[in-house]
C-alpha cells in the first residue's frame, strides 16, 4: 500500500475572536479556542476516528481539515503539498480541493431540496473535474451510486423522495464522485436508525479498502469508531488528550478522560465489569483557558498539585501511543 | 424537474380544489386578468369619449354604471383602468422583489460590515410613513405612471430584503452549502444556484400578498393626483374626480370604480393565502 | 450470548398488582395522504418499582403509547380501541378535567428535548413552583422549600442560586435534571421518560440515567423507558418491550432479551447495534423499510415483508401475544 501521507496537519489552532469586549479598562476581546496546537497525520487509505463530547472542537477540526475554514495557525500539507498559504476561498479553485471531501451529519440537511439526486452527485463533478461531457458525467454517477448500493432509478429522485438510508448514501456517493484521497466525515450516522447505520458503516469500510480512500470518522459514538478505525484521537476542549491505536485505546486507556468517557458508553459487552469513572462538575469555558493548567483540573478524580500549575504536553506512552497527562493511567 | 413541477400542480389542485374560498380567489383573479387583458377590446364605449348632454346619469341598460361628469361611460373606464392599475401593481412588486431579494441575499450570506450598513438604511427607510414616502419620491422624480411604479417599488423594498436577508440567513449555515463548497462552487454560485431556489416560496407568498397592497398605493396617489393624469382612466382618479358628487346624490360615480378596487385588492389577499398553502412544504408528504 | 452484568431486578413471585397496564391500545392518524394506523393492539403492564424499556427504531410507535398515556397526542389522533388502566381504572374514561388532575400528580413524563421542554422566559424555580402549586398548593414559604428540595434530589450544585437562573443560562443536562425535578415535584407513581437523553453527550448521559434510576427505586415509581438505544436499556431497564411498526414483537426480561430472544426482529436488531459486535462483519443490517402505515392492505404482521422466516401461517391469521414463560412473550407465528 502507498505511505504517501494524505493528510499532514501540524500545531493547528483555531481562535474565534468573541464580540463584546472585558470591560472599560481591559482592551482584549475574550478568544474562544476551539482547537489547540492540533497535529494529526492520515496515512492513505488509513481509517482514523476523531472522538469527544461536544463543545471538544472535533468538528472545527474537521472543518480545518476540509479546508472550509482557515486555521488561525499552524501548517497544512495534502497529498504533500503545502496548502498553509492557500486560504479556503483560493483553495475553492485549486485542483486539491477534490481530493478532500467530506460527508456531514444530517442527510435531511446536507442535501439541495430542489436538486435531484443525480444533479446533486453530479455537481461537485462537474465544478471540479472539467471537461467531462454529458455522457462521461453521466456514467460517473451512476458508477457512483453503484458504488454505494443506491438503485439508479432514485437517481431522479429528490430529497424529500429518499428514506434516511438513500439520503446517506446520496450524500457519500456524491462525496467519493471525485475521487478523493481523504474522507472527512462528520458524524454521518448519528441521525440514521440503528439498522440503517450499519448498512452505512459496511459501506464506508468498503469503500475505504475497494478505493483506498482515507476516512476521517469524527463522531461522539466509540462504538462505531471502533469497529471502523484503526487509530484514535480523543479531544478534549480544543487539545488532542489521547492517540493511539483502537484495541490500546480500548482496553488500556492511559488518560483520565479517555477512561471516564469509555466507562459511561452503554455497553453490552460480556464479561466486562464496568467500573464507572465519573467526573465532577461542568466542562470548563474554552474562552481565555489557562495555559499553565491542564484543561481536566478540577474534574479529574486523580488531579494532583501539579496538574494545576502546568499543562501537560503529548508524549508517548506505548508503541503509537501518546497520551497528555501528567500521571497516565496504568 | 418535471417530476417536481408535476407534484406542485397536484398539490395545487389540491388546495384550490379543497376550499371553496380558494377556488373564489383563484377565479377572481382568472377573471381580472382576462379583464386586463380584453378590457379595452370589449368595452362597450371608448373610455375617453366625452358625451356632455348625457353627463352624470345613473346606471341604465345602456350604461351599466352610468355615466360621469363628462359624459364617459363608467363602465368602459373601469373595465379599461383594470389593464393599467394590475400593471402598476405587478410592475412594482416584480421591480422590488427582484431587486430586494437579491440585496437580501447578498447582505445575508456575507453579513459584515455589509450586512450592517445596508440593514441600517432599511430600518431608516421604514421609519418613514410609507405612503408619504412614495408621495415624496412622485414628487421628486416627476408626475408619470413609471414613477408610481419606482415608488412603490421603492417602499416595498424594505420587506423583500428583510426576508430574504432571514431566509438566506437560517441557510447558509446547512450542510448542503457547506458541501457545496466543498464540491468547488464559490459564492456567488452557491448564492446562485443553491440558495436563491430555495428562498423562492417565502418570497413569491409576500409577492402575492404584497399585491393587493401595491393596487391600493397606486390607487391612493393617483387619487391624490401624483402619477397617473386625467383623462387616463384608473381607479384611484375616478374615485377622486367623483367624490365631489358624492354630496349630491350621484354615488355611481364613486362606487363602482371604488368596488373595482376593493373586489381586486380582497382577491389578492386571498390568491396570497392560496399560493402560501401551495407552497407551504408541510403539505409534501 | 453471555448474561451481562446489569442492575435488574427479578420479577417477584407472585403478580403485584399492575400500577399501569396497556390493553390492545390502537391509535390512529388523520392526514391529508391517508389514515396512519399508527399503534395496533398495543399491550404491555408496568409494576410500581420496576423500569420498563419501550425499545424501537424511529416510526415504531413508541412515542405515540406514551403520548397516549398521558393523553397529550395530537389533535389529528384518534384511539380507536383498548384501555390503559392506572391502578385498575381506565384514564380513557376520565373527564378532561379529571385527566388534567391525573397528569402532573399521579402521572409524570420527561421529554426528549430538555431545553424545549422548559419555558424559556421563566426562571427553573418559578416553573418547578408552577407545578407544585398546580397539583399540591400550600403556603409559598413551603412551596419554596420544597423548590429546594427537588433542585437538591436532582443534584443540581447550589439550588438556591441556581432557582434563579434561566434554562438558556443551564447546559443540556442541567435542562434535563430540572425538566426531571418538574416531573417528581408533586410526587407521582408513574413515570414516563421519552428518550430523555437523546442530544446528551454521553458522559452526561450516563449521570441522567443513573440519576433517573436512582429517584425511581427510591420513591418506587414504575417507570417507562423509551429509547431507540438497546444498550443504554439493558443497562438501566428491569424489563423490555421491543415495539416494531405499531405492534409490540417481544417483551421479557433484560436478561432474557439478550440471552434468549425468540423474535426475528428482536435478533436482527441485536445484531444490527455496533456495541455488541466484534467487527464489521458481525455487524447486520435490517433489509428493506417499515411498511407504510396507510396501507389499507396492511400485513397481519408488520414485519412479515422483510423477514427471512416468513410462513404461510403469517399473511393468514391475525398476530397477538403469546406467552412463552410469565415474564416472556412474543408476537410470531415462526420464532426462532
Request: charged share 20%; hydrophobic share 45%; glycine share 8%.
Amino acid at each position: 500500500m502507498n505511505e504517501q501521507s494524505v493528510l499532514d496537519a501540524r500545531n493547528i489552532s483555531k481562535h474565534f475572536v468573541l464580540k463584546g469586549g472585558g470591560g472599560l479598562v481591559r482592551r482584549t476581546r475574550p478568544i474562544l479556542h476551539a482547537v489547540d496546537d492540533v497535529s494529526l497525520h492520515i496515512a492513505s487509505g488509513e481509517a482514523v476516528g476523531l472522538v469527544g463530547e461536544s463543545g471538544c472542537g472535533k468538528s472545527t477540526l474537521a472543518r480545518v481539515v476540509s479546508r472550509l475554514i482557515d486555521p488561525t495557525g499552524g501548517t497544512l500539507s495534502m497529498s504533500g503539498r503545502d496548502v498553509t498559504d492557500t486560504d479556503c476561498a483560493h483553495f475553492v479553485h485549486s485542483d486539491l480541493r477534490r481530493k478532500v471531501q467530506m460527508v456531514f451529519q444530517d442527510p435531511s440537511e446536507s442535501l439541495n431540496p430542489r436538486f435531484s439526486a443525480f444533479d446533486i452527485i453530479a455537481d461537485p463533478l462537474r465544478q471540479l473535474v472539467p471537461g467531462k461531457g454529458r455522457e462521461a458525467v453521466s456514467a460517473r454517477v451512476q458508477e457512483a451510486a453503484r458504488a454505494v448500493n443506491l438503485p439508479p432509478e432514485l437517481l431522479g429522485r429528490f430529497p424529500h423522495q429518499l428514506s434516511g438510508g438513500q439520503k446517506a448514501r446520496v450524500g457519500i456517493a456524491r462525496a467519493m464522485v471525485v475521487d478523493p484521497e481523504l474522507l472527512v466525515l462528520d458524524e454521518p450516522t448519528s441521525a440514521l436508525d440503528v439498522s440503517v447505520q450499519a448498512t452505512v458503516l459496511k459501506l464506508l469500510d468498503r469503500l475505504r479498502k475497494e478505493a483506498n480512500v482515507a476516512l476521517l470518522f469524527v463522531s461522539h459514538d466509540l462504538n462505531v469508531v471502533r469497529l471502523l478505525c484503526s487509530r484514535i484521537l480523543v479531544m478534549y476542549l480544543g487539545r488532542i488528550i489521547e492517540s493511539g491505536p483502537t484495541e490500546q485505546i480500548f482496553e488500556r486507556p492511559r488518560h483520565p478522560y479517555t477512561k471516564a468517557l469509555l466507562s459511561a458508553v452503554p455497553t453490552l459487552r460480556p464479561g466486562q465489569t464496568v467500573e464507572r469513572v465519573k467526573l465532577e462538575g461542568e466542562l470548563r469555558s474554552p474562552i481565555d483557558p489557562d495555559p499553565s493548567a491542564c484543561r481536566l483540573v478540577g474534574r479529574c478524580p486523580w488531579q494532583q498539585a501539579r496538574c494545576s500549575v502546568a499543562e501537560p504536553a503529548l508524549v508517548p506512552c506505548g508503541p503509537g501511543h501518546e497520551v497528555r497527562c501528567h500521571f497516565p493511567l496504568d | 424537474m418535471s417530476v417536481a413541477v408535476r407534484e406542485r400542480l397536484r398539490v395545487a389542485h389540491y388546495v384550490v380544489s379543497g376550499n371553496p374560498v380558494n377556488v373564489i380567489a383563484f377565479g377572481l383573479f382568472a377573471f381580472l386578468v382576462l379583464c386586463a387583458i380584453a378590457g379595452p377590446a370589449i368595452a362597450p364605449y371608448s373610455p375617453l369619449a366625452t358625451d356632455t348632454p348625457i353627463a352624470l346619469q345613473p346606471p341604465s341598460a345602456a350604461h351599466w354604471f352610468g355615466t360621469d361628469q363628462l359624459g364617459r361611460d363608467i363602465f368602459s373606464r373601469v373595465l379599461v383602468a383594470t389593464r393599467l392599475d394590475l400593471l402598476i401593481a405587478f410592475g412594482a412588486v416584480a421591480l422590488s422583489c427582484v431587486l430586494g431579494s437579491v440585496i437580501g441575499a447578498v447582505i445575508g450570506y456575507f453579513g459584515g460590515w455589509l450586512d450592517a450598513t445596508v440593514s441600517r438604511v432599511v430600518d431608516v427607510l421604514m421609519a418613514f410613513p410609507l405612503f408619504v414616502l412614495a408621495m415624496a419620491v412622485v414628487a421628486a422624480l416627476g408626475n408619470t405612471v413609471a414613477n408610481v411604479v419606482y415608488a412603490t417599488a421603492v417602499i416595498n423594498l424594505p420587506f423583500y430584503i428583510r426576508l430574504a436577508r432571514a431566509e438566506i440567513n437560517v441557510r447558509r449555515s446547512l450542510g448542503y452549502v457547506e458541501a457545496a463548497r466543498v464540491g468547488g462552487s464559490g459564492h456567488f454560485r452557491i448564492l446562485l444556484v443553491f440558495l436563491m431556489p430555495n428562498i423562492f416560496s417565502p418570497l413569491i407568498v409576500q409577492a402575492s400578498v404584497n399585491l393587493g397592497w401595491a393596487v391600493l398605493n397606486a390607487a391612493g396617489l393617483s387619487f391624490l393626483g401624483l402619477g397617473v393624469r386625467a383623462p387616463t382612466a384608473e381607479w384611484g382618479i375616478m374615485v377622486a374626480e367623483g367624490a365631489q358628487f358624492m354630496a349630491s346624490g350621484q354615488w355611481w360615480t364613486v362606487v363602482f370604480p371604488a368596488c373595482a378596487l376593493m373586489i381586486t385588492v380582497f382577491s389578492f389577499n386571498l390568491l396570497g393565502d392560496v399560493v402560501r398553502d401551495i407552497l407551504d412544504p408541510r403539505l409534501r408528504t | 450470548m453471555n448474561v451481562m452484568q446489569s442492575t435488574a431486578r427479578a420479577p417477584s413471585a407472585e403478580a403485584a398488582s399492575k400500577l399501569l397496564s396497556i390493553e390492545d391500545l390502537s391509535v390512529s392518524f388523520r392526514t391529508r395522504t391517508g389514515i396512519v394506523k399508527a399503534l395496533d393492539r398495543v399491550s404491555f403492564d408496568v409494576r410500581p418499582g420496576e423500569i420498563v424499556g419501550v425499545v424501537g427504531e424511529s416510526g415504531s410507535g413508541k412515542s405515540v403509547t406514551a403520548f397516549s398515556v398521558m393523553g397529550i397526542l395530537d389533535p389529528a389522533a384518534s384511539i380507536t380501541g383498548g384501555r390503559i388502566a392506572f391502578e385498575g381504572r381506565n384514564v380513557l374514561e376520565m373527564s378532561r378535567r379529571e385527566r388534567d388532575a391525573w397528569r402532573g400528580r399521579d402521572a409524570s413524563i420527561i421529554f426528549q428535548n430538555p431545553r424545549l421542554a422548559l419555558n424559556p422566559l421563566r426562571r427553573i424555580g418559578q416553573q418547578i413552583a408552577d407545578v407544585l402549586a398546580r397539583h399540591s398548593p400550600d403556603r409559598p414559604a413551603v412551596i419554596r422549600q420544597r423548590v429546594l428540595d427537588m433542585l437538591e434530589q436532582v443534584r443540581v450544585p447550589d439550588p438556591k442560586a441556581r432557582q434563579n437562573a434561566y434554562p438558556t443560562e443551564l447546559s443540556g443536562g442541567q435542562c434535563q435534571r430540572v425538566g426531571i425535578a418538574i416531573a417528581l415535584a408533586c410526587r407521582p407513581r408513574l413515570l414516563i421518560a421519552d428518550e430523555p437523553t437523546t442530544g446528551l453527550d454521553v458522559t452526561t448521559q450516563a449521570v441522567i440515567m443513573e440519576l433517573i434510576r436512582d429517584l425511581a427505586r427510591s420513591r418506587n415509581l414504575g417507570t417507562v423507558f423509551i429509547t431507540h438505544d438497546l444498550a443504554l436499556a439493558a443497562q438501566y431497564c428491569d424489563r423490555a418491550v421491543v415495539m416494531h411498526a405499531g405492534h409490540v414483537v417481544e417483551t421479557a426480561t433484560v436478561s432474557e432479551l439478550f440471552a434468549s430472544s425468540r423474535h426475528p426482529y428482536t435478533a436482527k436488531l441485536l445484531r444490527s447495534v455496533p456495541s455488541l459486535a466484534d467487527s464489521l462483519d458481525e455487524l447486520d443490517a435490517i433489509e428493506g423499510s417499515l411498511p407504510d402505515l396507510r396501507r389499507d392492505d396492511l400485513p397481519f404482521c408488520r414485519f412479515a415483508e422483510r423477514c427471512e422466516r416468513r410462513i404461510g401461517i403469517c399473511d393468514s391469521a391475525p398476530l397477538s401475544l403469546t406467552s412463552l414463560s410469565p415474564t416472556h412473550s412474543i408476537a410470531c407465528r415462526n420464532p426462532q
